[in-house]
Nanobody
Framework: QVRLVESGGGLVQPGGSLRLSCAAS????????MGWYRQAPGKQRELVAR???????DYADSVKGRFTISRDNAKNTVYLQMNSLKPEDTAVYYC????????????WGQGTQVTVSS
């Protein structure tokens, strides 16, 4: 079982920055991939960015050049540095982990609110 705890959300003005963190704990052999998804009111959950244990990354087109995902494998922690934030980035951000313990499992964090508003 893997538990994901997110932190770092909040209220920020347009053009501002926030850094999200997600720490994984529990019993597992490895965490293959960690990532961030978001869900705005009335919309489906969508991928923001993800990173493999080897450091390969994927980003949504809407955040490329503004957001950076990174990972500390020793701490089982993933970060999302969000710069040049826009009102349309407002959403609940969820951490996700694909982890291995004989078979692959998928876990989600509880979500952290990010609001971009003046």
């Amino acid at each position: 079982q893997v538990r994901l705890v997110e932190s770092g959300g909040g209220l920020v003005q347009p053009g501002g920055s926030l850094r999200l963190s997600c720490a994984a704990s529990g019993s597992f052999l490895s965490i293959e991939r960690m990532g961030w998804y978001r869900q705005a009111p009335g919309k489906q959950r969508e991928l923001v960015a993800r990173i493999t244990s080897g450091g390969s990354t994927d980003y949504a087109d809407s955040v490329k050049g503004r957001f950076t995902i990174s990972r500390d494998n020793a701490k089982n922690t993933v970060y999302l540095q969000m710069n040049s934030l826009k009102p349309e980035d407002t959403a609940v951000y969820y951490c996700n982990a694909l982890w291995y313990n004989g078979i692959y499992y998928d876990s989600w964090g509880q979500g952290t609110q990010v609001t971009v508003s003046s």
